[in-house]
């Protein structure tokens, strides 16, 4: 099976928090996020490999992440902000650097 | 860091023709090229990729060609079908044997339509 990511679509309010969850192909130990909109394209968040956070990418705090001891992975946002609203993408591969990367089919989170 | 510019943002072909999208990067670290097909609503979908140490590589009717010295890299698709129809992006990254981990940096898409 491919990457997972829970939930497929979401609609939330300003000022509240959201977590999302990416559970990463079997036997892959990296997990990074993206962020999708139509203005910004495809955009880092940051990538976690071992529980360890390797990489981040120019986000606010509000966004964080983390990983488990199993490689899911989750991602929250707090304090949710209009423009916040976008296809929020997790992606996995097997080792920690310079390997294949597949993605998910990503989770649609509108914020109202 | 990284840049990837892409071109261009929209290309329409008759079905059976070939289709080119280009990309240049900036940082010559980067090392490791995969091209992404998005369907509408779906996340993407890596179609091919290329590593520093190879000049071009082909998979049936795609292939990729890279050229360091110059920092571009190009996605061929010959004998276009309308199931090609989508948004093509490429990417770039510096991991591999620098370590630098997996994050891509992506071109802004490319909006391809075969025409019938």
């Known amino acids: 099976t491919g990457v997972t990511q829970s939930p497929t679509h979401l609609i939330k309010t300003r000022g509240q928090q959201v977590t999302l969850s990416c559970s990463p192909i079997s036997g892959h130990r990296s997990v990074s996020w993206y962020q999708q909109t139509p203005g910004q394209g495809l955009q880092f968040l940051f990538e976690?490999?071992?529980?360890?956070?390797?990489n981040k990418g120019n986000f606010p705090g509000r966004f964080s992440g983390r990983q488990f001891s199993n490689s899911r992975s989750e991602m929250n946002v707090s304090t949710l902000e209009l423009g916040d609203s976008a296809l929020y993408l997790c992606a996995s591969s097997l080792v920690d650097s310079g390997n294949t990367i597949y993605f998910g089919e990503g989770s649609w989170l509108t914020v109202v | 860091g990284e840049n990837v510019e892409q071109h261009p943002s929209t290309l329409s072909v008759q079905e059976g023709d070939s289709a080119v999208i280009k990309c240049t990067y900036s940082d010559s670290a980067s090392n490791y090229f995969p091209w992404y097909k998005q369907e509408l609503g779906k996340g993407p979908q890596l179609i091919i990729d290329i590593r520093s140490n190879v000049g071009e590589k082909k998979d049936q009717r795609i292939a990729v060609t890279l050229n360091k010295t110059a920092k571009h890299f190009s996605l061929h698709i010959t004998e276009t079908q309308p199931e090609d129809s989508a948004v093509y992006f490429c990417a770039a990254s510096n991991g591999g044997l620098t370590g630098g981990g997996n994050k891509l940096t992506f071109g802004t898409g490319t909006q391809l339509k075969v025409e019938l």
């Open positions: 976690y490999f071992s529980e360890t956070q390797r």
